[in-house]
Structure formats: C-alpha cells, structure tokens
C-alpha cells in the first residue's frame, strides 16, 4: 500500500510540474478547471462552482477574484435576481481554455505514452473505483 502510495503521489507531483512549465501567471489547475467549467456550461453562481470544483464558496471567491483580476471572468448580477451574482467567462478567458486543452492534451500523451487502450481502460476502472471508495 505504501509504494502504491509513493506512486501516486509521484505521478501527481509530476504533472503538477508538467503543468506548471505552461502555467503563464501561476493559475492552478482549479482555476483552469474553474474556466473550463464555465466556458462549457456558462455563468454560475459561486455555490454552483463550489459544488463542481469539491471547495468552499470562499475558496472559489479567492479563486473568482484571481481570474477577474487577469480579466479571464467578470461578475454580473443575474437579470432574475439581482440579489445573485454570477461569474462568467470572457473572450479572454476563453482563449485561455484553449491554451489550457492543448497543454491537457499534451501531458496525457506524455502520460499515456506506451499504455495499450487496455491499460488505460483499466485505469479508469482502478480510478473510478477508488473515487466511490472515497464517496
């Protein structure tokens, strides 16, 4: 158990490094699946993302603000209830995504590299299983 431990963690520290090589202004890959979140399904509101993301409403307020600082999202308040506010992705922040599924795309071949289609479907299999163990 503890080698496949030591394994994981090696595997994840090594794509938090992969990714950090393309990362331009220091964004974490929440903030690049905050963006990616939004681009796909359009504007949400802060609990929304929260729920989406598996952080707090504060933790994506810190995370909101880092990207409308960079101008990738902006606040709007919802035309049904102005009591709401609802974050939603700009042009710029659009470009970004793209830059952020071509760097994806690159680390799972870096990744991936050598895996027959087997190997990887028993990875999800392994994947998935561990994720409803921690459910």
Same mark, same amino acid.
Do not use: C
């Given at each position: 158990?503890?080698?496949?431990? @030591? /394994?994981?963690?090696?595997?994840?520290?090594?794509?938090?490094?992969?990714?950090?090589?393309?990362?331009?202004?220091?964004?974490?890959?929440?903030?690049?699946?905050?963006?990616?979140?939004?681009?796909?399904?359009?504007?949400?509101?802060?609990?929304?993302?929260?729920?989406?993301?598996?952080?707090?409403?504060?933790?994506?307020?810190?995370?909101?603000?880092?990207?409308? @600082?960079?101008?990738?999202?902006?606040r709007e !308040? /919802? @035309?049904?209830? !102005?009591?709401?506010?609802?974050?939603?992705?700009t042009p710029?922040? !659009?470009?970004?995504?793209?830059?952020? @599924?071509?760097?994806?795309?690159?680390?799972?071949? !870096?990744?991936?590299?050598?895996?027959?289609?087997?190997?990887?479907?028993?990875?999800?299999?392994?994947?998935?299983?561990?994720?409803?163990?921690?459910?």
């Amino acid at each position: 158990m503890r080698r496949l431990d @030591e /394994s994981f963690r090696q595997v994840r520290r090594q794509i938090n490094t992969e990714w950090n090589t393309y990362n331009v202004h220091g964004l974490g890959m929440t903030h690049g699946k905050m963006l990616t979140i939004l681009e796909q399904s359009g504007a949400q509101n802060s609990s929304a993302l929260a729920e989406q993301l598996f952080i707090t409403s504060g933790g994506v307020t810190g995370i909101a603000d880092r990207l409308i @600082e960079l101008g990738y999202i902006k606040r709007e !308040r /919802s @035309e049904r209830d !102005r009591r709401v506010v609802m974050l939603e992705i700009t042009p710029e922040g !659009r470009g970004i995504v793209k830059l952020i @599924e071509t760097v994806r795309s690159k680390l799972m071949h !870096r990744l991936f590299n050598g895996m027959t289609v087997a190997d990887m479907e028993r990875g999800v299999q392994l994947f998935d299983h561990m994720s409803k163990n921690m459910e």
